[in-house]
């Protein structure tokens, strides 16, 4: 089984992600590319010990940025929406 590490990066603390977390107990993860829908699943419920409802990932496009005359492109990421069930909650990503 794969850790924790390997599947979840970071939990998105944005306005829009706080806002579909309080409306539809939905939390925001960036996930590694390589992960799928199970792994995020399993990771979520094991370490977070909570039910899962679904989950829907998409891979944002990285954007392109201008220094000077010089462009760049920043990474690709994988975003995972995690509904949980009713009356759920993960307290370590409560402010």
């Given at each position: ?23 539809n ?6 996930v ?57 909650r ?6």
């Open positions: 089984m794969k850790e924790l590490y390997a599947v979840i990066e970071k939990a998105l603390l944005s306005e829009k992600s706080l806002g579909i977390r309080e409306t107990s939905t939390y925001v993860f960036n590694n590319k390589k992960a799928n829908k199970k792994d995020i699943k399993d990771m979520v419920e094991k370490y977070f010990n909570v039910k899962v409802e679904n989950v829907h990932t998409l891979i944002n496009r990285g954007k392109y940025r201008r220094v000077g005359k010089y462009t760049g492109k920043l990474s690709n990421f994988k975003k995972a929406y995690v509904k949980l069930k009713d009356g759920q993960i307290s370590a990503l409560e402010a």
